[in-house]
């Protein structure tokens, strides 16, 4: 059995909080101002202190155990609650809620939104945190989150928040210089871009009634975000998430060529723990971005 530690080194579970969150030492240091080594040290000397592991890792990355998650849960909570009590005392009147958004969705429909929101809610500080996918209760430390999925989150809430589409988009210079697009079976001559894999361009096709395909060139990013500044850049045809592309195409950065539209089984959707009370601020964030989802366009 662990011995029971003499006193909470708060500085370390402050910093396991951290890393526990980003799931990366390295992240976490930046986060800090601390080296990855110190990050890594004060990690180790909980782990030898308890007679647990609290992650596994890995060459690139870092995972929780299930040790870990459960800390995880317990010591967010915590510095959460301490940070809600000074509030009160150093700044009284103002919230805080935190929301976790992946980086497409942060960057492309959250953050033009934020200055409405400052405007409406001028007492409440909306403090928002990169987050990965969320696959359970155990996953999630902040107060509300969206996340990309079918709805079904367990150990969670889950509201859809907004519908996405995929068709293709390019820059306008790219399509005169490839000859432009009269069909889909035209995009051949065109060098695509694929996120992760080749699965949506084939789905795609296969909706836009092309059998067989042969692209001039292919590349495949990870990132969503990479993927569209790929295609603003003129680097090939990609397929554009709307609405998160829409303006670029009102805009004229990027062409819509064609009006066939690739409908994902997954959704984006709004994210909260039953378990949790539901502060007034909380339920201001989430009614607020229910509304400005209804309000988005479509494609």
Same mark, same amino acid.
């Given at each position: 059995?662990?011995?029971?530690?003499?006193?909470?080194?708060? #500085?370390?579970?402050?910093? &396991?909080?951290?890393?526990?969150?980003? +799931?990366?030492?390295?992240?976490?240091?930046?986060? +800090?101002?601390? =080296?990855?080594?110190?990050?890594?040290? *004060?990690?180790?000397?909980?782990?030898?202190?308890?007679?647990?592991?609290? &992650?596994?890792?890995?060459?690139?990355?870092?995972?929780?155990?299930?040790? @870990?998650? %459960?800390? !995880?849960?317990?010591?967010?909570?915590? &510095?959460?609650?301490?940070?809600?009590?000074?509030?009160?005392?150093?700044?009284?009147?103002?919230?805080?809620?935190?929301?976790?958004?992946?980086? /497409?969705?942060?960057?492309?429909?959250?953050?033009?939104?934020?200055?409405?929101?400052?405007?409406?809610?001028?007492?409440?500080?909306?403090?928002?945190?990169?987050?990965?996918? /969320?696959?359970?209760?155990?996953?999630?430390? %902040?107060?509300?989150?969206?996340?990309?999925?079918? @709805?079904?989150?367990?150990?969670?809430? =889950?509201?859809?928040?907004?519908?996405?589409?995929?068709?293709?988009?390019?820059?306008?210079?790219?399509?005169?210089?490839?000859?432009?697009?009269? #069909?889909?079976?035209?995009?051949?001559?065109?060098?695509?871009?694929? *996120?992760? $894999?080749?699965?949506?361009?084939?789905?795609?096709?296969? +909706?836009?009634?092309?059998?067989? &395909?042969?692209?001039?060139?292919? #590349?495949?990013?990870?990132? !969503?975000?990479?993927?569209?500044?790929?295609?603003?850049?003129?680097?090939?045809?990609?397929?554009?998430?709307?609405?998160?592309?829409?303006?670029?195409?009102?805009?004229?950065?990027?062409?819509?060529?064609?009006?066939?539209?690739?409908?994902?089984?997954?959704?984006?959707?709004?994210?909260?723990?039953? !378990?949790?009370?539901? #502060?007034?601020?909380? %339920?201001?964030? +989430? $009614?607020?971005?229910?509304?400005?989802?209804?309000? %988005?366009?479509?494609?």
């Amino acid at each position: 059995m662990p011995q029971k530690p003499k006193s909470l080194p708060l #500085t370390a579970l402050r910093t &396991f909080e951290v890393a526990a969150r980003r +799931l990366s030492f390295k992240d976490a240091a930046d986060e +800090l101002c601390v =080296s990855a080594t110190t990050v890594s040290n *004060q990690i180790r000397q909980l782990e030898a202190d308890w007679r647990c592991k609290l &992650f596994i890792r890995k060459t690139r990355a870092v995972v929780l155990t299930d040790e @870990g998650r %459960s800390l !995880s849960q317990v010591v967010t909570r915590a &510095f959460d609650d301490i940070r809600a009590e000074v509030e009160v005392h150093m700044n009284p009147g103002r919230k805080s809620v935190t929301l976790a958004v992946g980086p /497409i969705f942060g960057l492309r429909w959250l953050v033009p939104r934020l200055k409405r929101f400052r405007k409406m809610h001028p007492k409440i500080d909306l403090v928002l945190h990169d987050s990965p996918r /969320i696959t359970d209760a155990a996953m999630m430390t %902040s107060h509300l989150a969206v996340d990309w999925g079918t @709805g079904d989150w367990s150990g969670l809430n =889950s509201q859809k928040l907004l519908d996405t589409t995929y068709a293709p988009i390019l820059r306008a210079d790219l399509l005169e210089a490839c000859g432009g697009l009269t #069909t889909p079976a035209d995009l051949a001559r065109f060098p695509l871009i694929h *996120q992760r $894999d080749k699965s949506e361009w084939a789905a795609w096709f296969r +909706l836009a009634g092309v059998a067989e &395909f042969a692209p001039v060139a292919e #590349t495949i990013i990870t990132d !969503s975000n990479l993927v569209l500044q790929a295609a603003l850049y003129g680097q090939g045809v990609s397929l554009g998430v709307f609405p998160f592309v829409s303006a670029d195409v009102e805009a004229g950065h990027l062409v819509k060529p064609f009006d066939i539209e690739l409908v994902p089984e997954r959704s984006f959707y709004l994210l909260s723990r039953p !378990s949790s009370p539901r #502060t007034r601020e909380v %339920s201001v964030v +989430l $009614d607020w971005l229910l509304t400005e989802a209804a309000g %988005s366009p479509k494609g």
